[in-house]
């Protein structure tokens, strides 16, 4: 069985679902692969994998895909313990911080824009990715604040270190 997971549903559902999964079915070989989402429906579509898990894209890269809403999950600016901006409560207070922010195409990008435009923040100083490893490394060692769906940082927030600063998305 191959499945498509976003960062965040690879990073919180998955291993559950492969430990689970696997105990149902020990003979099933399961392959995960995770990316962003418009390659992963690309993918679907193509038969190349099975399923895909992961937040709802815009209407252009949902086109021909059916789908079941598995739950709902916020995005989130994060930031390491310590960090400066640890009670910023708006993105006006966040403004001079270099953040790590969703591309174009990113299933949450849009959603950003939208907020940042209607807050009249200032927010270019940025690197855009979706790559988790480059998140978790700059987030850790440096004061870049991550705009990244709560899922992908899941155990990282547990730990406590990775942080949420308290700004409503």
């Known amino acids: 069985l191959s499945i ?3 960062p965040s549903a690879a990073a919180r559902l998955m291993p559950e679902v492969s430990r689970v999964f696997s105990s149902l079915s020990p003979g099933t070989l399961l392959q995960i692969e995770d990316g962003p989402h418009s390659y992963l429906a690309d993918r679907l579509r193509g038969s190349d994998i099975d399923v895909l898990i992961g937040r709802l894209g815009n209407p252009a890269q949902m086109d021909g895909i059916s789908f079941t809403q598995l739950y709902l999950e916020d995005t989130a600016f994060v930031v390491r313990a310590g960090h400066p901006a640890r009670d910023c409560t708006t993105l006006r207070d966040i403004e001079g911080y270099p953040l790590i ?9 849009e959603q950003m824009d939208r907020l940042v ?28 604040i991550w705009v990244i769906s709560r899922g992908t940082v899941a155990p990282e927030l547990e730990t406590g270190a990775l942080v949420t600063l308290p700004i409503d998305c």
């Open 4 to 6: 498509g997971a976003l």
């Open 101 to 109: 922010y969703p591309p174009k195409g990113a299933a949450i990008r």
């Open 117 to 144: 435009l209607s807050s009249g923040a200032d927010l270019d100083l940025r690197v855009e990715t979706i790559s988790g490893a480059f998140g978790r490394n700059m987030t850790r060692t440096s004061d870049m």
